[in-house]
């Protein structure tokens, strides 16, 4: 066992790098449709949804980068306030998206709970992340402003990572392409204009990208001036998601309910994210002179 650790430790950059590039080739092969896409593992008695375990495990990599990052999140804070975010993260995803797609449950209630199937919105996760962790600060006595602030700066790195669950589960996706990074999706997955066709742009992807480029945006403010407690870093990730969940609604082929709620709740993103950095600038500039 000593030898194995031993190796581990003298290699592990070169372990590293192997498993990325395995990783990155077995990610290629199920993108492009030669290798099958599971959407559970099963161990024994157990089968473990890959939806829902990417989700959880975005949510814990936001909690653990929010407790390394912020001086008053203590390890005790990190282990309870993650049932504080992702229980109501996951109820309001859920409901946002059953009041998005109502037409889907009327006939059937009990689908309602089945989250398993998919069907959670980021917009809805948002509001309950925000209000589950507004709620922990409150109660330990933390800075609300500055724990939200960090969970912002963070939860684009747990977003990207929660959005290949839509890959395992095979949606959000846009119109056919013959472009050579096109998602291969199963026909049972596909529109019924769609049916005769095997690729189709991965809106899921393009949104793992734009998380990575607002989160670098963010991380250089944080870096430039911290975090204050004034909601600068919030303001900014809202303003931001909201221009890319925006431009990301003409490519997806969500049904029209959802597309028409995307493109308000985006505009809507985008001038309350606007409004705050201005409101800031201007009390900024007051407190400099």
């Known amino acids: 066992m000593k030898v194995f650790e ?30 099958a896409v599971p959407n559970a593992i099963t161990i024994g008695p157990l089968e473990l949804r890959l939806y829902g375990f990417v989700i959880a495990l975005g949510m814990v990599v936001v909690i653990e980068l929010v407790k390394r990052h912020a001086p008053f999140v203590t390890e005790e804070h990190s282990i309870n306030g993650l049932f504080w975010v992702i229980i109501p993260g996951i109820i309001g995803a859920r409901m946002w998206h059953v009041a998005s797609e109502y037409y889907l449950y009327s ?35 933390l800075p609300i402003v500055k724990t939200l602030e960090y969970i912002a700066l963070f939860f684009p790195i747990g977003h990207a990572i929660g959005r290949f669950g839509n890959f395992f589960n095979q949606e959000i996706f846009g119109p056919p392409t013959n472009l050579p990074w096109g998602v291969f999706i199963e026909k049972v997955y596909r529109p019924m204009e769609y049916a005769d066709y095997d ?3 991965p809106a899921f992807l393009y949104e793992v990208i734009g998380n990575f480029i607002i989160f670098s945006i963010l991380y250089s403010i944080y870096k430039r001036s911290g975090v204050t407690g004034s909601g ?17 609604s003409f490519i997806r082929l969500d049904p029209d309910a959802v597309t028409t709620m995307s493109f308000v709740t985006s505009a809507g993103m985008v001038g309350l994210g606007l409004i705050m950095i201005i409101i800031l600038n201007i ?3 007051k407190c400099a002179s």
């Open 283 to 285: 009390w900024k500039y």
């Open 6 to 35: 031993k190796f581990f430790i003298k290699h592990i950059k070169a372990i590293v790098i192997c498993a990325g590039i395995a990783g990155l080739i077995l990610f290629l092969g199920m993108l492009r449709g030669y290798i």
């Open 107 to 141: 006939g059937n209630f009990s689908e309602v709970f089945a989250i398993w199937h998919g069907g959670l919105s980021i917009f809805g996760a948002m509001v309950g992340g925000i209000i589950g962790g507004g709620a922990y600060a409150w109660k330990e006595k």
């Open 199 to 201: 690729y189709f742009h």
């Open 232 to 248: 600068e870093i919030l303001a900014w990730y809202i303003m931001l998601y909201g221009i890319m969940r925006y431009i990301l």
